[in-house]
């Protein structure tokens, strides 16, 4: 047997056959003593006496952790890698010639890849009309791939058009009225002002543009935001949720099952070098997490609907020249916690019952920040691909006089259920497709930005919200302020009144 380790990761390959029984004794007994005993016995003769056995502790690592050290090389011939099998799409549907006018309205309303319909439709007629398996099954995989790019239908409610379109559902909390100037997160939390708060000037030399430094009671309000918002989630007697905690390394194809394009121009994902490490990028969000959670499982419907939250840090390759997304408003890593939820579809509201339970619990999550927000039912050209329907919460923000998103809940229907092969047993026994809600709860650089700009004072103190004063330190905290004893760096080498001009 053979692992070849590169890097964290090791390249392992499965020969189908009875020679890797043979081998794998084979390279047990001339182990040493020593190293035999290092291997745990639950794997030493069972794992060797069937081949299936063999091939789910390859796949566990369990095998080539026991093995690691032992050989630089061992062969073995199919390579274990990660697999997802092709979207099960609902190809009834969108190549019946009846829908292609409505399919290509939805298309255009928005704004999605540009789909030849007809072509997708002339192949169906060349799958039905062939008798050979083999062109059966390529002709199925180029229909498949191409009709991957068609978007989620549109809710009929949802506004047609682009942002200006939005329809605002209600507008929540007061708005705060200012007898003085306001100053931006920027400038009331930067060190000229006595706070030393947030950097997000001159970082280019470790962490390069859009990113920042959280201190002191700022990096603590980061940390009560998260004490805030989880319980509320975890708290609601038949209605929690679960906390789970996920990687932030995805493969690819977990991104693009959940709607989210990994390659071209517009992407905002991260992706590491191939060669170094495989396939990997760094998650955008933790919905792509747990999508990828519950990818190829089956649910018993007694088991929904089901609640799942995670709090991960996000990276996002975003770019903005506007003024007012400065500072901490759109960033390329931030922390955030995510709600995600899996229903039935038997009596097809089960998903817009969940997403309606997700902004009840937006709305009391801000209101209890004492922040002032609206509510918006997006239009179709924000939905993205996996929208059904989408709603958006804006907070004022009032030194740049505007409303920036702090979250967003949306209904992917069988979206992505049916690119992860995510489904449940009806209750006639068969095998439905789920459908996925998935909700922000708390993107802290935004929340703290809102919180600041509203609850700053005239002499430059910012006053904490009281549902985040218990998680202060110390607690009950109720007010940022000027530190009476300011940090001061000590020098010992005397410099001239130039030097230091220089030195600063």
């Not at 992706?271 to 955008?284: A, F, M, P, R, V």
């Not at 809940?409 to 992505?416: E, F, G, L, W």
């Amino acid at each position: 047997m053979i692992c070849q380790p590169f890097g964290h990761h090791f390249r392992c390959k499965l020969w189908q056959s009875q020679s890797l029984l043979n081998l794998s004794r084979s390279y047990v007994r001339h182990l040493s003593t020593r190293q035999q005993g290092m291997i745990p016995p639950a794997i030493q003769y069972p794992l060797f006496n069937r081949t299936n056995c063999i091939h789910r502790n390859v796949q566990n690592g369990t095998l080539r952790n026991s093995l690691r050290g032992f050989s630089n090389s061992v062969h073995l011939s199919k390579p274990i890698s990660f697999h997802i099998n092709p979207p099960e799409l609902n190809i009834e549907y969108l190549l019946d010639p009846c829908n292609k006018d409505i399919i290509q309205k939805n298309i255009m309303n928005r704004k999605g890849e540009s789909v030849d319909l007809g072509h997708l439709i002339e192949l169906k007629r060349q799958y039905e009309a062939a008798s050979n398996d083999v062109e059966k099954k390529n002709i199925l995989s180029s229909i498949t791939k191409e009709a991957s790019s068609i978007p989620n239908n549109s809710h009929p409610d949802s506004p047609i058009g682009d942002e200006a379109k939005a329809r605002l559902v209600k507008l929540c909390g007061e708005k705060k009225e200012f007898n003085f100037k306001c100053k931006s997160h920027i400038d009331l939390c930067s060190a000229e002002s006595g706070l030393d708060l947030l950097k997000v000037r001159n970082v280019g030399q470790t962490t390069g543009n859009r990113t920042y430094y959280l201190k002191g009671d700022a990096a603590q309000m980061q940390q009560a935001l998260i004490k805030y918002t989880v319980p509320k989630l975890l708290n609601r007697q038949d209605k929690s949720f679960t906390l789970i905690s996920v990687p932030d390394m995805l493969h690819p194809d977990i991104i693009e099952a959940c709607g989210f394009k990994t390659t071209g121009d517009r992407t905002q994902v991260y992706t590491l070098d191939q060669e170094k490490h495989g396939q990997i990028c760094l998650s955008g969000t933790a919905e792509m997490a747990l999508g990828g959670f519950y990818a190829n499982r089956v649910l018993d419907l007694d088991q929904l609907p089901q609640r799942v939250c995670a709090v991960s840090r996000c990276y996002r390759a975003e770019t903005s020249n506007r003024e007012e997304e400065k500072g901490i408003y759109r960033v390329h890593q931030f922390t955030k916690v995510e709600m995600f939820g899996v229903t039935a579809d038997e009596t097809g509201t089960e998903s817009e019952e969940l997403l309606k339970e997700f902004i009840e619990l937006q709305e009391d999550l801000y209101d209890g920040l004492g922040l002032h927000f609206r509510i918006l039912d997006m239009p179709t050209e924000e939905l993205g691909a996996p929208a059904y329907r989408k709603y958006d919460m804006e907070a004022w923000m009032p030194e740049k006089q505007f409303w920036g998103e702090i979250s967003s809940s949306s209904n992917c229907t069988d979206y992505q259920s049916r690119r992860l092969h995510i489904k449940y047993r009806a209750r006639d026994g068969s095998e439905k497709f789920v459908h996925t809600v998935n909700g922000t709860a708390c993107a802290v650089p935004r929340l703290i930005m809102a919180i600041v700009e509203n609850s700053q004072n005239e002499d430059g103190t910012i006053s904490i919200p009281q549902a985040l004063q218990k998680y202060m330190f110390p607690k009950g905290k109720q007010i940022i302020e000027k530190p009476e004893k300011p940090w001061k760096t000590q020098y010992y080498y005397k410099f001239s009144d130039e030097q230091f001009r220089r030195f600063r």
